[in-house]
């Protein structure tokens, strides 16, 4: 009798928890029966959820036997759609003569006039797929630590970086936000800095004991992150609508996945927000390794383009990664100095070490790409100005097209706007050729001589030396080896041309200006003259 009873217990829990938690037969199936079809806003469930059983039961839903859920917050958006005033819903900011100067762009390299009359919580255009706003994604996800490097950043565009963080992330998923500075000088930096982000608890400021370059920094950060994951935004960045879960999704499912978010322009003159040219496209780079991007191959693309896809090298300033697999990667390469490069180390590591690398269409982050380089960059790094002896004029680019003669111009006095365009700054590299810009902005133009008596002319770098290889002597000539001839100019004409080479004419000595020796050491290192 006793042990009757007790099959019949077994038999009545064995049948309540397959009532209970058998997905197909229990109760679950009987609920699913009553709820309308479709995901949120009564659309048909979009994206990974498409075509799959998707069903609500309050705010969680049961797709594949897995919980997810809308993560939109949908009274902040409701919010954010009333905002009026200067460059809200991304909007350009009706720029005064008197607030387009020079001065406005001197510290930041974007107009931070314009930045500081906009609020620090403006509202965003929702420029997503329209597809994005019925994703679920899991209802468990990780949290994390936002590591924002930043030096000498100017104060609201720095700040509305970390609103727009604050404003539009669900709070249990930001561990914390996490300020490096990089041995910044600026006061507003310092203890106005602290006194300010100290309203936000779990945001934390830390500094760099001397000026370490973005990839040193970003590894201060991220050796004290605390949340699962990691996401590295740059200091002048405002995310937009529901950013964060898309991105972590990824990560959750497969830890190894790095992810960008979609990269959107803020303008450096009007704070206007937009997507880039063409907007989701595959990182790539070119033989000379410079970063491009370019378009989905028809092959790849995916039904739904507001899907995750995949990407060979990312870009480098944007991305989220599971805190342990960077570490699991080495991290970045500590010897990588300012910014430049680190986007391929990292990218090849997680190809060849069994990870994959996405970017994530609905999640859309915006970025101020800067007009020039406001800061110094400090070690080996060879940029200069080419001053001729004789008349005292620079090497000049200003009116250079492709294959126009080189020009003579006034000197760029300091570090100024024009200096900092570009326009009188040349960069020797490895490649023993010589071109406008600066290192990482090099225009991949070269100068470039035909005969013993042509113009230098500004020509494609062909990276093959031939009549683009140069040589600095020692009685500051600069020589160039095809024609056996050296570069010489006229102050009537402001022509730069090739002459029989005569040491002792001063239109023929050229100085290099604000480089350092060992620079010119190494573009003459097989010097064999
Ligand atoms: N940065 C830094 N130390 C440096 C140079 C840059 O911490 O020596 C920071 C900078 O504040 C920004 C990020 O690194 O948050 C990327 O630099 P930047 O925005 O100048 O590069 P860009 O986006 O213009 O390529
Ligand atoms: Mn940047």
Redesign the pocket.
Known sequence: MRRKQKRLLQAVGLALAALVFLPNVGLWALYRERQPEGGPGGAAAGGEAQGSHVRKRKEVYFDDGQRKKDWHDKEAIRRDLECTGNGEQGKPYPMTDAEQVDQAYREN?FNIFVSDKISLNRSLPDIRHPNCNNKLYLEKLPNTSVI??????GWSSLLRTVHSILNRSPPELIAEIVL????SDREHLKKRLEDYMAQFPNVRILR?KK????IR??MLGASVAIGDVITF????CEANVNWLPPLLDRIARNRKTIVCPMIDVIDHDHFGYETQAGDAMRGAFDWEMYYKRIPIPPELQKPDSSDPFESPVMA??LFAVDRKWFWELGGYDAGLE???GEQYEISFKVWMCGGRMEDIPCSRVG????KY???K??TGVSLARIRNIGTGLCADTKHGTLGSPLRLETCVKGRGEAAWNNIQVFTFSWREDIRPGDP?HTKKFCFDAISHSSPVTLYDCHGMKGNQLWRYRKDKTLYHPVSSSCMDCSESDRKIFMNTCNPSSPTQQWIFEHTNSTVLEKFNRNLDL
């Not at 490096?180 to 041995?183: A, Q």
């Not at 000026?211 to 973005?214: C, Y």
Request: hydrophobic residues 30%; glycine residues 14%; without cysteine.
């Open positions: 390299g924002i490097p930043f030096h000498n950043e490096v500075d990089d041995f760099t000026r370490e370059g973005l920094t970003r935004l740059d200091s002048h480098g300033g300012i910014w430049g970025h101020i790409y800067r380089v406001p800061y960059v400090p990482q």
